[in-house]
Antibody
């Protein structure tokens, strides 16, 4: 059974960098897939942040691209998100997810439980 | 980016009702359309992909249709566990984008 678990600080100060890690169990990241990060501001809809392949190849949402870095650590079977220069608008529940095996790499069937990150001084 | 517009944004229905949610893409996306269900405090759950293919384990009362720019999600006989928010997502091109959501509430 594939499981994903997000971890990281729940409170980040404005202008600082948000850092989250997604630990994967039940499946080796090295086996494939573009692993993704998606966020959801409180009471609002879903926004795809970006995705990373085990090789390190990435796709980012252009709306966040200048501030986002996604990396992968296959030795620890985890991948990470960094979002710089955060503002209150970055307050959201952040999810990590694995896409379906359909080949597109762009729809997600396994999700972490999500972690709320609040940007506030 | 491709814009996804869902309607209605919310609806009230009773158990046993037939419910239809629509999703429109700002440009043609063929059948690269997925539907998710999300309950409060939970991660989204994939229901349908390729516009009409039911994800494994999803009840057959859920169905999807459409191609190009116009899509629908239908729940044929609403059950109590179906009260949730539903999102469409296009995966025709990056960035993948989601609709604004449709909240299905109890009448």
């Amino acid at each position: 059974q594939v499981q994903l678990q997000e971890s990281g600080p729940g409170l980040v100060k404005p202008s600082e960098t948000l850092s989250l890690t997604c630990a994967v169990s039940g499946y080796s990241i090295s086996s494939g897939y573009y692993w993704g990060w998606i966020r959801q501001p409180p009471g609002k809809g879903l926004e795809w942040i970006g995705s990373i392949y085990h090789s390190g190849s990435t796709y980012y949402n252009p709306s966040l691209k200048s501030r986002v870095t996604i990396s992968v650590d296959t030795s620890k079977n985890q991948f990470s998100l960094k979002l710089s220069s955060v503002t209150a608008a970055d307050t959201a529940v952040y999810y990590c997810a694995r896409p379906t095996p359909d080949g597109s790499g762009r729809i997600f069937d396994y999700w972490g439980q999500g972690t709320l990150v609040t940007v506030s001084s | 980016a491709i814009r996804m517009t869902q309607s209605p944004s919310s609806l009230s229905a009773s158990t046993g009702d037939r419910v239809t949610i629509t999703c429109r893409a700002s440009q043609g996306i063929s059948s690269y359309l997925a539907w998710y269900q999300q309950k409060p405090g939970k991660a989204p759950k994939l229901l349908i992909y390729a516009a009409s293919t039911l994800q494994s384990g999803v009840p057959s009362r859920f169905s999807g249709s459409g191609s190009g720019t116009d899509f629908t999600l239908t729940i044929s006989c609403l059950q109590s566990e179906d009260f949730a928010t539903y999102y469409c997502q296009q995966y025709y091109s990056y960035p993948v984008t989601f609709g604004g959501g449709t909240k299905v509430e109890i009448k």
